[in-house]
Structures are given as C-alpha cells and as structure tokens.
C-alpha cells in the first residue's frame, strides 16, 4: 500500500525551523510534521508573532512542503492545559494540518495533573467542537501511562467519535507500554489513525532511538498489519537520539537519510 512518509521536526529538537525544514528537503522529504511541543520543542507555536509564523509558511511553501500534522502535546487531563491545546489546534489550522498529536498527559513539561478517564472524557469532549471548526482530527500518542494502543483504545471506544483515534508511536509502546507493537497494533488497528515511526535500541527503559534500521523495532510486521487491515495512516518518522541528544544538525541528516533509504528498500516512495 502506497502511504504517505513525513518526517517529525522533533528530529531537529536542538535547531532552528528554518535550518531544519531546509534540511528536510534536501533530503528528498515533501511533508513534515511541525512539533509545537511547550517546553521541548517550540518549532512554531502560538505565542509567536504573525509575522514569524507567516515567514514560517511561506518558506514551507517554498520549498514545496506540506504539513499534513502538527505535534502540539499538552496535558488532556490536566483542565488547565486545555486552551493551550485548543490554541495549539487554531495553529495546526493556520500551517494546513489535518491532525494534531498529543500525548495524553503531559509529554515534557513536569508537574502536570494526572486524572481518571471520567475527566479526561469530559475533557476530551470539550476539545471535539474546536476540531470541528476547524476541520482537524486529534490522534493521542502512545505515551507515558497511555503507553499502549490497547490502552489508549479504552478511551477513544467510550468517546466514540471521528474526530479523536490513536497514534501508534513504536518505539514508545516498548519504553512506555512495555508490550511488542505487532501484537498490541493489530488490537487496536480500527481505532489507530497515524504512526509515529521510532526505533529503539538498548534496554527496554533505556533513552535510545535511533535512526529505522539500527534497532530492534520491526518494521517490516507492523506494516504489514497496516496493510492487512487496508489502514491507510501515514508514517511520520521521529528520531529522538540518546539522553544526550543529537551532537549536531549533520548528525541528524545523516540519521535521516539513513531511516531515508531504510524504508526505500522496504518499498515505499519518499
């Protein structure tokens, strides 16, 4: 199945947009997933002025990108974190996105609330008119206590609503969830909407994700329960490094051409 490949910007944590979406290009990318993460990674976000925002667009346009999804992660359960989302999904809008990414708590940010599914529904359902306004789709990351598509699929079951699904991210339903993805993905494959492509090396609880193809994550069986049950999500592909991070823009490019021809010889065009 034919399937559309964008890279995560979170790849270029440490560098700047502009740098990092040249670079994107450059390898041969045409779509780009622009995180809008508080604290982690503010590649753009809505405390920017309109003027960088719109320099922002117009060089995507430029380079002839697109922005099918933006990561704009906040806390869900956490009340007070929810207009910072709702603005989050307004920038997604302005960029042309069609899906925002969130972990269900908080991903990056420390002190965030945790709560049961009764709050977290209520407040997931307050979010879904501003999805409808602006035409968007919420796919919650396997993250954190959410580690696992079979746990996240326990929420979007009760919401039951279009607008909100599951973004299997790989490597995080090891680090997190603790299960094998083939398995866990094929449970809740009806309800998953996007993948967040990860490798992982290393222990189980260890910081460690490098480029596709240099860990133990496999590719090659999680696709194919995509393309047994004909889902059609696309593939953002996020590489995250050790603890310590990437040493340098170089080293990310190099990752990403890695993970580039990686998924080549798989059969996919970039």
Known sequence: MKRKIIVNSNCYHKYGIEDSLK???NLGFHSVELTATKGWTEHIFPTMSFSELLSIRNLISSLGLDVPAISGHCSLMDEERLEDFKSNIALGSFFGASIIVSSVGEAHLKGGKET??????????????VLEKYDMALSLETHGEHGSATRIKMITDRLNSPRVSIC?????????????????????IDSVSYLH??????RRDEWDFPALG????????????????DN????????EFTSEGSSS???????????????ENLGYII
């Open 168 to 188: 299997y991210d790989t490597a995080n339903a090891v680090f997190y969830g603790n299960v094998q993805g083939t398995e866990d993905l094929e449970k809740a």
């Open 249 to 263: 823009i170089e080293e990310v490019n190099e990752a990403l051409k890695t993970s580039r021809d990686y998924l």
């Open 116 to 129: 049961g599914d009764d709050v977290l529904i209520h407040n997931l359902e307050s979010i879904i008119p």
């Open 23 to 25: 670079a994107i290009r």
């Open 197 to 202: 492509i990860k490798d992982k090396r290393g």
């Open 214 to 229: 240099c860990g133990y994550i496999d590719f090659p069986s999680l696709f194919a329960v995509l393309d047994v049950h």
């Open 232 to 239: 059609p999500s696309p593939l953002s592909i996020e590489i």
